[in-house]
């Protein structure tokens, strides 16, 4: 089972530069997620969606977008990334079938450097 | 707002030895508890979750985790600790967003067990 598969594993950047990280899942989950990770602050969650066609922001959203392209695929963009944006970013899905909340199901990140 | 509290950076532990990673949470309502294990350049794995029901929970490799909702405590344990259980261990609580769920995540406990 290939579960959540992120690409690239790592990048490096300039100052300005855009990229798109993707995310797809093979669980078929409804919900999808991208989290950063920063040394010492956990993780926090950039936007979420719920469902295909549907997304929102989460506690951190500025300087990114995304897209839920169907129920499998969900990418974030940077428009012009900033070197505070230098961060790993996690992709998760969860489903809802199941007694009670359900476990996110993590990728393995995409370690991303902004110079 | 749903939050939760890791107070330890990192615990050290002998191989051996029981071990516990601490956990706080702060909600309204019903708390949905996970603990969460990441080793280095990997993803988050799920290890166990609380939602109802008996306090003391059984979870993946051997971890287990005890509810006190008195204390408001989740914290992780397991009765003899390996050298390949080192690595860094997140708490979180299920918190619910405009559209959806996510995870609030604790900033993480790095567990180091020394043979």
């Known amino acids: 089972n290939a579960g959540v598969t992120q690409t690239p594993k790592f990048q490096v950047l300039k100052t300005g530069q855009s990229m798109t990280l993707q995310c797809a899942q093979d669980?078929?989950?409804?919900?999808m997620y991208w989290y950063r990770q920063d040394p010492g602050m956990g993780l926090r969650l950039i936007y979420y969606?719920?469902?295909?066609?549907?997304?929102d922001k989460g506690e951190v959203p500025n300087g990114y977008n995304v897209s839920r392209l169907n129920k499998r695929e969900f990418s974030l963009r940077l428009e012009s990334a900033a070197p505070s944006q230098t961060s790993v970013y996690f992709c998760?899905?969860?489903?809802?079938?199941?007694?009670?909340?359900?476990?996110?199901?993590f990728g393995d990140g995409t370690r991303l450097s902004i110079l | 707002a749903q939050s939760v509290a890791q107070p330890e950076d990192q615990v050290n532990v002998a191989e051996g030895n029981p071990l516990t990673v601490k956990c706080t949470y702060s909600?309204?309502?019903?708390?949905?508890l996970f603990w969460y294990v990441q080793y280095p350049n990997r993803g988050l794995q799920f290890l166990l979750k609380?939602?109802?029901?008996?306090?003391l929970v059984k979870g993946s490799y051997g971890f287990e985790a005890e509810f006190n909702k008195s204390q408001t405590s989740f914290h992780l344990k397991k009765p003899s600790a390996l050298v390949s259980d080192s690595a860094l261990y997140f708490c979180?609580?299920?918190?619910?967003?405009?559209?959806?769920?996510?995870?609030?995540f604790g900033k993480g406990t790095t567990l180091s067990v020394s043979s």
């Open positions: 998760a899905s969860m489903g809802g079938a199941g007694l009670g909340p359900q476990p996110q199901h």
């Open positions: 669980m078929n989950h409804n919900s």
């Open positions: 969606s719920a469902s295909e066609g549907t997304t």
């Open positions: 979180a609580v299920r918190d619910w967003w405009q559209a959806g769920t996510a995870l609030i």
């Open positions: 609380y939602i109802t029901g008996d306090n």
């Open positions: 909600v309204s309502g019903n708390p949905y």
